[in-house]
């Protein structure tokens, strides 16, 4: 394969360098390594976060790829770290030309020191206390049809409809359904009064028992 062959290659890889550092400005650096020199490989830096300039030497695993044609292509999310000691998630992708040599490797450095600090704060923010409420709180909105269907699935666990219920039976549900909001509906103690076949005031009568 011809130098130029080789040439155009690498500027091939340029462009997905450039695109791939431009699209995580601040979190992702992508350098691109010209493995001909390894004495100046590095031929494209973009989104610099390592400090690297063009035409410094390549890295311990440039070396390794120019020396062992059957060094992995790629090599997936494996632990880093930025000069400064940043902790970074690091992939490298090697370059073969036709006859099987690599000639480039781009490199993608994500800085997840910034993602660390974004999860311990979502952490903290998603954070609930052990000790619960002494009532059950629901936030969506109740309904009279909500209400219906409770008392109608309280009897049907009994064996019954809401107006054959017992006397215990009634005082349970007119009490849960007030534990679970049902009273604080508009037109509520209505409905109620409607399904077990009582009147208000034995409704209100339950709830002081």
Known sequence: ???????????????????????????????????????????????????????????????????????????????????????????????????????????????????STLTRGLEQLLRTEEHQPPVAETLRARTLDELRGAAESFAAARGTTPRALATSDRVALVKAVQEQGYLELKGAVAALTGLLGVSRATVYNDLRR
């Open 1 to 115: 394969m011809s130098a130029a062959e080789d040439e155009l290659l690498l500027r091939e890889a340029e462009k997905i360098v450039t695109a791939v550092g431009r699209m995580f400005p601040g979190l992702c650096e992508a350098v691109l390594h010209d493995l001909r020199d390894p004495e100046h490989a590095v031929r494209a830096v973009e989104n610099n976060l390592s400090g690297r300039r063009i035409g410094d030497p390549a890295t311990e695993l440039g070396l390794a790829r120019i020396a062992d044609p059957d060094h992995p292509e790629v090599l997936q999310n494996y632990p880093n770290r930025f000069p400064d000691g940043r902790p970074a998630k690091s992939t490298s992708v090697g370059i073969r030309n036709s006859e099987g040599v690599y000639v480039a490797a781009v490199c993608l450095n994500l800085d997840v020191s910034l993602l």
